[in-house]
């Protein structure tokens, strides 16, 4: 019996313990000078719908009878990035991540996008930069030559902490189908 009360109180002894050596412990120090870096990169990117080997699904849709529905339409996407409008041109990574689309008029395309643009290729391999922004309005096959801006919220690897814009320019190769061929031109602030 002593020995068993022995062990109780060992027991209490330790786990009153732990709550005073298992503090949370952070230490804040001051980060040194950093440069700043800026990368500009340009390439296509090809988001396909139709046909038997598409880049983008539909995932969710409103329970509404318009036909196709738009507004609320929730996609997923694995898009190739190439170094031209060719889609057979060069890979040089890929866009994954999800848009939905928010216009109420068919006329018009708007939606919220959520991509990671990674690299596969070059000087950039295994980066990538996080874009998440609102696409502004736009006609479901817009003028020659219209430019969109997005946001670039964060990166990984060479792109660490990124901030920046990418300028939006659809092809002529864009359709009312619901593919779309874009040029990007990125710029990146990154350390």
């Known amino acids: 019996m002593e020995k068993q009360l022995i062990f109780a109180w060992a027991m209490i002894f330790c786990l009153a313990m732990a709550p005073v050596y298992g503090q949370?412990?952070?230490?804040?120090?001051?980060?040194?000078?950093?440069?700043?870096?800026?990368?500009?990169?340009?390439?296509?990117?090809?988001?396909?719908?139709?046909?038997?080997?598409?880049?983008a699904f539909l995932i969710a849709s409103p329970n509404i009878t318009q036909d196709p529905p738009s507004y609320g339409t929730l996609f997923a996407m694995d898009d190739p990035l190439t170094t031209e409008f060719e889609i057979t041109s060069t890979l040089v990574g890929n866009a994954q991540g999800l848009y939905l689309a928010l216009s109420r008029d068919l006329t018009k395309f708007s939606a919220v996008f959520y991509a990671d643009f990674t690299f596969t290729t070059g000087r950039f391999n295994g980066s990538s930069f996080s874009l998440f922004s609102r696409f502004p309005p736009t006609d479901v096959v817009p003028a020659p030559g219209t430019i969109r801006e997005m946001a670039i919220v964060g990166g990984t690897g060479k792109f660490r902490m990124a901030t920046g814009f990418a300028l939006l320019r659809p092809t002529s190769s864009s359709n009312t189908v619901g593919d779309a061929h874009v040029e990007f031109n990125v710029t990146l602030y990154h350390y």
Do not use: M, Q
Not at 24 to 52: C, M, N, Q, W
């Open 24 to 55: 949370y412990y952070s230490r804040t120090v001051k980060a040194g000078p950093r440069v700043e870096k800026i990368t500009h990169l340009h390439f296509y990117y090809h988001d396909i719908r139709s046909g038997s080997n598409p880049t």
